[in-house]
């Protein structure tokens, strides 16, 4: 069985607040009792984490209630390609004319020019937070933060929140995280490692 991840990220947070909407946003969470205060070595990709709290079934559906996650919240701080871990992003939407682009075939192969300029831009903003790709359907230059991708399967910014093998977290939840966040737009990006 491979651990399975949602990360919570903030779309709006630029680079300088990052840091203080983290801490507050944990002290909201441990507030709640969804997650601890102390760190410990329990989420993967950072030395360490919030393990859940006793309340961290406020965060998740009535159904799953009994399923106790066994891992803890790594929050992200910086500049991050959120992905979405294994296989490819189906599609991506231009938001300026809502134009999809495929970028794999119905047999999940990858379609390599589709995906050039997105991959090109991505390595830019990695390395300087600004890249932009023309839309092949409208020409419009659009910064990469800003392109929809199917499943949310990308998002990048500057703050995510990354809970490791947790059950999914309900609209409610959401909403309220959101709200936590000065109600910055969020996105959540599923994946499984
Ligand atoms: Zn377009």
Request: hydrophobic share 40%; charged share 25%.
């Amino acid at each position: 069985m491979g651990d399975y991840f949602q990360t919570i990220v903030d779309l709006d947070a630029g680079p300088d607040e990052a840091a203080e909407l983290a801490d507050r946003v944990v002290a909201w969470l441990v507030d709640e009792g969804v997650v601890l205060a102390e760190r410990t070595d329990c989420v993967l990709g950072q030395p360490l984490g919030h393990p859940p709290g006793p309340n961290w079934h406020r965060a998740v559906a009535e159904d799953d209630a009994d399923r106790e996650p066994w891992d803890g919240l790594a929050v992200e701080v910086g500049r991050t390609v959120f992905d979405g871990g294994q296989g490819d992003p189906e599609a991506v939407t231009c938001p300026r004319c809502a134009a999809t682009t495929r970028l794999v075939t119905e047999t999940w192969d990858t379609i390599d020019d589709a995906w050039a300029p997105f991959r090109e831009a991505m390595e830019d903003w990695d390395e300087t937070g600004e890249a932009q790709v023309v839309c092949p359907a409208c020409a419009e230059s659009v910064p990469l933060p800003e392109w929809r991708w199917a499943d949310d399967y990308f998002a990048f910014a500057h703050l995510g929140f990354e809970f490791w093998n947790w059950p999914e977290f309900t609209p409610e939840f959401l909403t309220r995280f959101s709200r936590a966040l000065d109600g910055h737009r969020i996105s959540h990006v599923w994946g499984k490692l």
